[in-house]
């Protein structure tokens, strides 16, 4: 082999051996590339997973509160959830809480459905609650009577008493009409005995059930 020869396959040589150099350099920091992309998936996916576990959680704890505010509630407080869930009308479909003012609350004159001043105080009262929960809620509101007069007469008196509570909380506390909704129950809900005086007044009152 002449020495032009032998320089050429020398120089070949180096070559291959440079290059092969560079390949495994490229292999590596290909390696550590991959590497730290899959670390990067890794650790997204472990937040994901934290973020999942954590909406597992706070969900749980809605339910856990959902059902010991409906363990507290009345049937009636039920089926106003329930009403308000198939209109559409709840952000969270969850009941917050009800209250109800008996007669020597919010009171009425017989067969009427003006509120008086007594009426309009627990009013002021239960609306400065819901300003101060600053919360988009909706309220139903129920009407229910004594036994006296007629069950056509209870159902309408019923109504109507329910209606001037809902007029009230939006001209004196500009609580939107379109978040409030009225049904009245006449005398089917006693929770007492309408043959005492006692009784009656207290099946004479008006539930406000807050939805949220």
């Known amino acids: ?27 590596r920091v290909q390696a550590s590339d991959s590497e730290q ?63 109800i003012f008996s007669d020597s609350q919010v009171q009425f004159t017989s067969g009427r459905a003006e509120l008086n001043d007594t009426a309009r105080t627990a009013l002021d009262g239960f609306a400065e609650e819901l300003a101060a929960r600053n919360a988009g809620v909706y309220i139903e509101i129920q009407g229910h009577t004594d036994s006296t007069g007629g069950e056509e007469q209870n159902l309408r008196l019923g109504q109507e008493r329910a209606e001037a509570v809902r007029r009230y909380l939006n001209q004196a506390h500009g609580f939107p009409l379109h978040r409030t909704s009225v049904i009245s129950y006449g005398e089917s809900q006693p929770v007492a005995d309408n043959g005492t005086r006692e009784g009656r007044a207290r099946n004479r009152r008006v539930g406000l059930v807050v939805l949220e």
């Not at 082999?1 to 292999?27: D, E, F, H, P, Q």
């Not at 909406?55 to 009403?83: P, V, Y």
Request: proline content about 0%.
């Open 37 to 99: 992309r899959l670390g990067e998936r890794l650790d997204d996916a472990e937040s994901m997973i934290e973020e999942s576990q954590d909406l597992i959680l706070d969900q749980e704890q809605r339910l856990a509160e959902q059902e010991a505010n409906l363990g507290a509630a009345s049937q009636t407080a039920r089926d106003a959830l329930e009403r308000a869930i198939a209109a559409g009308k709840l952000a969270e479909g969850k009941l917050l809480y009800e209250r």
């Open 1 to 27: 082999m002449n020495r032009s020869m032998t320089v050429l396959v020398a120089g070949v040589a180096v070559v291959s051996i440079l290059t092969g150099c560079a390949t495994k350099k490229y292999a």
